[in-house]
């Protein structure tokens, strides 16, 4: 028999924590609205880069899985901190 990649999502993470994710995302999102782009971005930055580290944290236990746990921390932890930085770093040239 073949190896072939898992496809079903019995396999990737947990409903409930995707969920809380798109939660904190909606959140941002109205925060970023009403005009607290500087809170809507830490948010965004602060979540990717928890959801990056439980990955790597936890492993197969995670609650997060998109691809595999190097793709996920990395994307994640990389997101967060480019974020962060683009966010702040226009201040910082003044």
Do not use: Q
């Not at 898992?6 to 995707?18: K, M």
């Not at 580290?53 to 746990?69: A, E, G, N």
């Amino acid at each position: 028999m073949k190896n072939h990649p898992y496809v079903s999502e019995a396999h990737e993470g947990r409903p409930w924590f995707e969920w809380c994710v798109a939660g904190v995302v909606a959140v941002a999102g109205l925060l970023a609205f009403l005009g607290y782009t500087m809170a809507a971005t830490v948010l965004i930055a602060v979540a990717a880069i928890l959801t990056g580290l439980l990955r790597l944290i936890l492993r197969d236990r995670s609650p997060w899985k998109v691809r595999s746990v190097a793709f996920d921390a990395v994307i994640g932890i990389c997101l967060g901190v480019g974020l962060l930085l683009t966010y702040f770093g226009g201040s910082l040239l003044h």
